[in-house]
C-alpha cells in the first residue's frame, strides 16, 4: 500500500520558515514526480509545486521565490522549504506522488497524504 506521510506542520509566526517533510513508501520513489498541494478554509485545492522525477520544478506564482521544493531520493523524501510565510499561506497541505503525465501535473497525481496543517500567525 503507497503511505505517504506529512510530518512538520505547525504554528509559526508571519515571516518565519518551516520545512515540510514527506516520506514515501510503497513506491518506487526516484521514479514518481512529486507536488505539493494545499487548501486554506473555504478554498479549493490548489497546486504549489511539482517536481518530476527528473528534477524539472514549478512553483504556483504566489510562492515564487519564498518556497523550495526538493527530492531525496535515498530518503524517499520530498520537502518544501518555505521562507517568509505570510498568513494567507495558512492552510492543509498535502503531499502527492505518482507517475508523471500532463493530465496529472495540472490535476493532481495518483496518491495523497493525509495532509499537515501550516498555521501562519499576525
Known amino acids: 500500500q503507497v503511505q505517504l506521510v506529512e510530518p512538520g506542520g505547525g504554528l509559526v509566526q508571519a515571516g518565519w520558515s518551516l520545512r515540510l517533510s514527506c516520506a514515501a513508501s510503497g513506491i518506487i520513489f526516484s521514479r514518481n514526480a512529486m507536488a505539493w498541494y494545499r487548501q486554506a478554509p473555504g478554498k479549493l485545492r490548489e497546486l504549489v509545486a511539482t517536481?518530476?522525477?527528473?528534477?524539472?520544478?514549478n512553483y504556483e506564482d504566489s510562492v515564487k521565490g519564498r518556497f523550495t521544493i526538493s527530492r531525496d531520493n535515498g530518503k524517499n523524501t520530498v520537502y518544501l522549504q518555505m521562507n517568509s510565510l505570510k498568513p494567507e499561506d495558512t492552510a492543509v497541505y498535502y503531499c502527492?506522488?505518482?507517475?508523471?503525465?500532463?493530465?496529472?501535473?495540472?490535476?493532481?497525481?495518483?496518491?495523497w497524504g493525509k495532509g499537515t496543517l501550516v498555521t501562519v500567525s499576525s
Open positions: 517536481i518530476t522525477s527528473g528534477g524539472s520544478i
Open positions: 502527492n506522488a505518482g507517475p508523471y503525465s500532463d493530465y496529472a501535473a495540472t490535476h493532481g497525481f495518483d496518491y
